[in-house]
T-cell receptor, first 112, second 114 residues
Framework: QQQVKQSPQSLIVQKGGISIINCAYENTAFDYFPWYQQFPGKGPALLIAIRPDVSEKKEGRFTISFNKSAKQFSLHIMDSQPGDSATYFCAAPQGSNYKLTFGKGTLLTVNP | KAGVTQTPRYLIKTRGQQVTLSCSPISGHRSVSWYQQTPGQGLQFLFEYFSETQRNKGNFPGRFSGRQFSNSRSEMNVSTLELGDSALYLC?????????????FGSGTRLTVV
């Protein structure tokens, strides 16, 4: 079963710092790589996604960097805020375009 | 615009029982996917429905089944519940079939099997 490997498992950052979460995927014929953010008691919410005809996509403080040859992509959160404290999941369509395979998640804590 | 609605939010069942969970997608969305979320395994794909047809199925036993109605609402059923079925069950809707449309998740149904 194809996997999406996400690291680190947990991350503690000071307010104003940069949070970086990495993901690696296996072969996929479909190019769509989203990041989801999940708060306790809620379902995951789409944060940002990239189609790798570009190597980087930025939305506000959130940036996805994509390296197609290495089959890796990462999420950068600039000027991290306590309100960013949540679990982050990367995902990739693997094996079929009808399902997303998710990474195991990264618990981000931003200290004030 | 209403989001994805899952009912019930919480459920406690006994081993051996069966359970049915409901999902109402965003109006106009025709695709519904189901995921199981546990601390150990993370988010695992169960199945996806589009226009009342199951398009894909994950690696779950046949005790897990689902269906979609003509109004795009979906239900999933788990028969002969086991303790390991305790999890958060998430439904996600999208405009079309295929992951590139982007998923909107509901808040989930927390199932506890005792």
């Amino acid at each position: 079963q194809q996997q999406v490997k996400q690291s680190p498992q947990s991350l503690i950052v000071q307010k104003g710092g940069i949070s970086i979460i990495n993901c690696a995927y296996e072969n996929t014929a479909f190019d769509y790589f989203p990041w989801y953010q999940q708060f306790p008691g809620k379902g995951p919410a789409l944060l940002i996604a990239i189609r790798p005809d570009v190597s980087e996509k930025k939305e506000g403080r959130f940036t996805i960097s994509f390296n197609k040859s290495a089959k890796q992509f990462s999420l950068h959160i600039m000027d991290s805020q306590p309100g960013d404290s949540a679990t982050y999941f990367c995902a990739a369509p693997q094996g079929s375009n009808y399902k997303l395979t998710f990474g195991k998640g990264t618990l981000l804590t931003v200290n004030p | 615009k209403a989001g994805v609605t899952q009912t019930p939010r919480y459920l406690i069942k006994t081993r051996g029982q069966q359970v049915t969970l409901s999902c109402s997608p965003i109006s106009g969305h025709r695709s519904v996917s189901w995921y199981q979320q546990t601390p150990g395994q993370g988010l695992q794909f169960l199945f996806e429905y589009f226009s009342e047809t199951q398009r894909n199925k994950g690696n779950f036993p046949g005790r897990f089944s689902g269906r979609q109605f003509s109004n795009s609402r979906s239900e999933m059923n788990v028969s002969t519940l086991e303790l390991g079925d305790s999890a958060l069950y998430l439904c996600a809707s999208s405009l079309g079939s295929g992951t590139t449309y982007g998923y909107t998740f509901g808040s989930g149904t927390r199932l506890t099997v005792v």
